[in-house]
Structures are given as C-alpha cells and as structure tokens.
C-alpha cells in the first residue's frame, strides 16, 4: 500500500499517542503537526477510508494493519538514529532530523541489515523500544525523583528538538547516572558527571529515570 509521507506521519503520532493514552484524539494530532482541524479531518477521512484506522465516539485508534504500518516506520527511524549516531557519530539533533527523512525511503531489508549492522539494538539513542523487542520501560519522570538519591536515565520521553539539545548538551542520556539536588518552582538543580547543573522543570517532565 502506497502512503503519502503526510500520512504515515499521522500513522506513527496516533501510535505513539496510543501507548500512552489507549487512544488519540483530534486535539492530540492539532497539537502534534500545529495545523488546523480541518487539515487533520481530511487525513484521518483518507485513513478510515483505507481501512488503517478507527474512529470511535472521538477516539481513534490503529487498525492492525495500520499498526504494521506504523510500527515498520519507527523500526526505520529508530534504527536510522543509531546508525547515525552509533556508526556516523552525527549529534542527537541532526540524527532525530535525517531520521524523519529516512524511514520513509528505507526499504525493509535495508532495515533488516542495518539491524544486524548494529547488532540488533533494543532502544533508539533516547531510550525508546525499538518495534519488534521485548522490552519493558519502567521509571518514573525526574521531576517526581526523591532528592540526594542516584538514578539512572533510561528515557527522552519526548523527542523535540529543544529537549533533545538540552538533554544531549548535558549529557543526560540512557545509562547515565543522575541525582536530583533541588527542586524549585520552575527549576531542578541535577548532579551529573560530578558537576551540578541546573534545568527547567519543562526538561525534568521529559527524562525517565530508574534506581
């Protein structure tokens, strides 16, 4: 089945929006792609009509196929971030950036053999599951950590540009060690690499942490 790009973007966002609310609506997918709801009205028309999602009292969902679909697509870019990342050594924020390009042209067994390439990684660079392994992703954000108590980062749980930068520049990655110091209003005070440093809370909301 032949996609517009467009389109199998709005496959992936109600995936993504799905694990971690059971279901998308049309203010979610407003919100994702900032454009207006007519513009996603025709879009999930289009999907319905092909039968890739369902619409139901305003919850959509994937169909299966439309999950196979998805799930094909962030297999593709999760594994173009490592490999541009692992093996190319570009930053997280150009590699976020070509990924969204690549996954649309990749062919599967391209994929395929960049996954053996990089010995089948579980996770993207930010620490989300690549489609097709049994992993399990448990923490909670930085922002609930309890103070003067190591954790380990285990996931960028959104993977906009401004989080990405801000999480790459101070080393806030999976496997990293960090501890919580202060928690203000507006702002953590974090220890990382032996050095202190202080983020927004905005930040604190996206890191996934674990003991």
């Known amino acids: 089945m032949e996609l517009s790009e467009p389109l199998e973007n709005y496959l992936k966002e109600i995936y993504e929006i799905e694990l971690l609310k059971g279901y998308a609506r049309v203010s979610d997918l407003i919100l994702a792609f900032n454009v207006s709801p ?3 009205s025709k879009a999930l028309e289009k999907l319905e009509k092909i039968g890739l999602i369902e619409r139901d009292n305003k919850k959509i969902k994937l169909t299966a196929e439309g999950k196979k679909i998805a799930e094909k697509l962030i297999r593709a870019h999760r594994l ?6 692992d093996i190319i050594g570009l930053d997280w ?3 976020h950036q070509l990924a969204h390009r690549l996954e649309h042209i990749w062919p599967e067994d391209v994929v395929d053999k960049i996954d053996e390439l990089l010995g089948k990684p579980l996770t993207c660079p930010h620490g989300h599951p690549i489609p097709g392994r049994e992993v399990k992703v448990n923490g909670i954000k930085l922002s609930e950590a309890e103070c003067n108590k190591k954790y380990k980062v285990i996931m960028i749980i959104r993977e906009e540009e401004w989080i990405l930068s801000m999480a790459d520049e101070l080393n806030i990655k999976p496997g990293v060690e960090i501890k919580l110091i202060k928690k203000n209003e507006n702002d953590f005070v974090i220890e990382i690499d032996n050095k202190k440093e202080s983020i927004p809370k905005a930040l604190a909301e996206e890191v996934l942490v674990s003991e």
């Open 38 to 40: 007519g513009t996603v």
């Open 80 to 85: 173009s971030e490592r490999l541009l990342t």
């Open 93 to 95: 924020i150009r590699a």
